[in-house]
């Protein structure tokens, strides 16, 4: 999942292909100051700034006409603290490589999602997340950022700072790229640690059913729904004492590779020619794979490989919503006579204190919809946000949304003060762009 970076004609778009951008220049900062430099540069020749890492966003959050930036050379582990418990690494540095060097060190993120092709910028930018029932998003494991801001100088900010730099760690954690562009980040880490993974397939009624002790008794869990069906594939993550017991490698492959994307490729093709075999289809694809249980350290267990491009939407229910939204939804599907070929995915998060999280002061449950790239999405997509926005529902900040400024003024508290920060730092919005624009007002 990398981004297409500038081709031929210059133009740059996504992973997902529905957004591009044709930038005026584009600068790969091998530095911090060449950074500062960049953005005083932009500034003086009246461009906007926009920095874009793996492209993974569906929305135009990183999309310019100005100057984008790429910090992929603004990379790897910079300070590893073990008396501290922290990690200090470059904004460019791609998650999978980040999990990988930490493996290496004996250490590990507390919580992470369930893909690692994303920069950690990028990924705490947007509000990345995996599922937990008490342990938080990607940036919430964030304890310090280093970020260059709109007149090129470089702030520091953590919780243990003074009272501006506490409110720009508050924000800047998921900042959207408002605030300045982050070029370094420190996480929180621990000893390495298994994790047993315990899949199974699980009726749709039974889940919802028993969703709240399924919540409680395991540290991380999640489901997949198949449209058309009443049937679920669950997910229980929780800390072992081992034996390390991984997934053998055939039986890796079958499952992640050859069933999860090889033969679920074919069968979107087949749904996306013919849509009256889709709920066919969902019915075998519901039935493929089995349950099965394994142990291995965090990230070879939260996260796995997506190889079937798609567009996502997701939106951040109250969870103790999250069953009554996910009946309407099912409702919604099985009388629109819609043809959904993807599952939907379903995580929680605890409440945390950062402005803009979609867990910002409460406990959230994820609802994710997607469709196979190339499909028809939008009467899917608007019928669930519909149902999402009627349970105040708070949008990923880099999947599709049709919300604004003033539906997020409603459903985040704090949003006021999001935006006076945004003022200080960049009064002028040299980081501005017709997304920001939208969800964050002029």
């Excluded at 310090?144 to 924000?171: I, M, N, Q, W």
């Excluded at 089995?290 to 267990?301: E, G, L």
């Excluded at 491009?309 to 969870?319: C, D, Q």
Aim: hydrophobic share 40%.
């Amino acid at each position: 999942m990398s981004s297409t970076a500038s081709g031929k004609n210059g133009t740059w778009r996504n992973w997902g292909g529905n957004v591009a951008a044709r930038p005026a220049r584009v600068v790969a900062p091998a530095s911090v100051e060449e950074l500062s430099a960049a953005v005083r540069r932009a500034a003086e020749d009246g461009l906007k700034v926009k920095a874009v890492g793996s492209g993974h966003s569906f929305t135009a959050i990183a999309a310019t006409d100005g100057v984008l930036i790429r910090p992929q050379l603004l990379s790897g582990i910079r300070h590893i603290d073990r008396e501290a418990g922290t990690v200090t690494v470059g904004a460019g540095t791609q998650l999978k490589r980040l999990n990988m060097a930490l493996a290496r060190e004996g250490l590990s993120l507390t919580n992470m999602g369930d893909i690692m092709e994303q920069t950690v910028s990028g990924a705490t930018s947007t509000g990345t997340h995996g599922t937990g029932r008490e342990s938080g998003s990607i940036a919430a494991q964030i304890t310090a950022l280093e970020l260059v801001t709109a007149d090129g100088s470089v702030l520091t900010c953590s919780e243990k700072g003074t009272e501006e730099e506490r409110a720009v760690f508050a924000a800047a954690r998921i900042g959207l790229g408002a605030l300045g562009i982050v070029t370094a980040i420190t996480f929180a880490v621990e000893p390495v640690f298994l994790l047993t993974a315990r899949e199974e397939p699980m009726p749709f009624d039974r889940v919802l059913a028993e969703f709240d002790e399924l919540w409680a008794e395991n540290e991380h869990f999640e489901f997949y729904w198949f449209p058309h069906t009443d049937s679920t594939n669950t997910k229980r993550n929780n800390r072992s004492a081992g034996p390390e017991q991984p997934v053998g490698q055939l039986a890796g492959w079958f499952e992640d590779e050859f069933l999860s994307n090889g033969v679920f490729q074919v069968a979107q093709w087949v749904g996306r020619a013919a849509p009256a075999a889709v709920p066919t289809i969902a019915q075998i694809s519901s039935k493929a794979l089995s349950a099965r249980t394994y142990t291995d350290i965090p990230y070879k267990v939260f996260t796995s490989p997506r190889r079937v491009r798609f567009m996502e939407m997701e939106y951040a229910v109250p969870r103790g919503a999250v069953t009554e939204t996910l009946r309407e939804l099912k409702a919604m599907v099985d009388r629109s006579g819609l043809r959904v070929s993807f599952p939907v995915e379903v995580r929680t998060a605890p409440a945390d204190d950062i402005t803009l999280s979609t867990a910002s002061g409460r406990d959230s449950a994820y609802i994710a919809v997607h469709m196979f790239k190339g499909t028809p999405y939008q009467a899917y997509f608007t019928a669930a946000e519909r149902i999402f926005t009627a349970h105040e529902g708070r949008p990923h900040w880099g999947k599709v949304h049709t919300r604004d400024a003033e539906y997020f003024a409603r459903v985040y508290p704090r949003f006021g003060e999001f935006t006076a920060l945004r003022d200080r730092l960049d009064p002028d919005r040299l980081f501005q762009n017709d997304y920001l624009r939208r969800v964050l007002g002029a």
